[in-house]
Nanobody, 125 residues
Framework: QVQLVESGGGLVQPGGSLRLSCATS????????MAWYRKTPGKGRDWVSV????????NYANSVTGRFTSSKDAATNTIYLEMNNLKVEDTGVYYC??????????????????WGQGTQVTVSS
């Protein structure tokens, strides 16, 4: 059974930092592409960073490039999202995502997809 559990969200002032964690079980980083998404007020759920399976590369959305850093620790089955120089527009619910099996380019979905419950990040003065 796959479980993704996010933690580390909270309230922070603009310019501050937070570190999110996603503890995983039932997935391997060799077999699953991991990602962080966020749902901001008034918008849908957008991807923030992607850590492709069986790779050490990380892809970032333009809006967070240079401020956010994602990493994964295979020893603890945990992925992280280090967020620096936070802005008000970074406010939202952040979700951990795991995608495995075949990738369907038409639907932009993996054969197997799992989501965490989300953690709230609020950037406000």
């Amino acid at each position: 059974q796959v479980q993704l559990v996010e933690s580390g969200g909270g309230l922070v002032q603009p310019g501050g930092s937070l570190r999110l964690s996603c503890a995983t079980s039932g997935v391997t980083f060799r077999g699953y592409t991991m990602a962080w998404y966020r749902k901001t007020p008034g918008k849908g759920r957008d991807w923030v960073s992607v850590l492709p399976r069986n790779s050490n590369t990380v892809n970032y959305a333009n809006s967070v490039t240079g401020r956010f850093t994602s990493s994964k620790d295979a020893a603890t089955n945990t992925i992280y999202l280090e967020m620096n120089n936070l802005k008000v527009e970074d406010t939202g619910v952040y979700y951990c995502h795991a995608g495995g099996g075949a990738y369907h380019y038409t639907d932009k979905r993996f054969e197997y997809e799992y989501w965490g419950q989300g953690t709230q990040v609020t950037v406000s003065s």
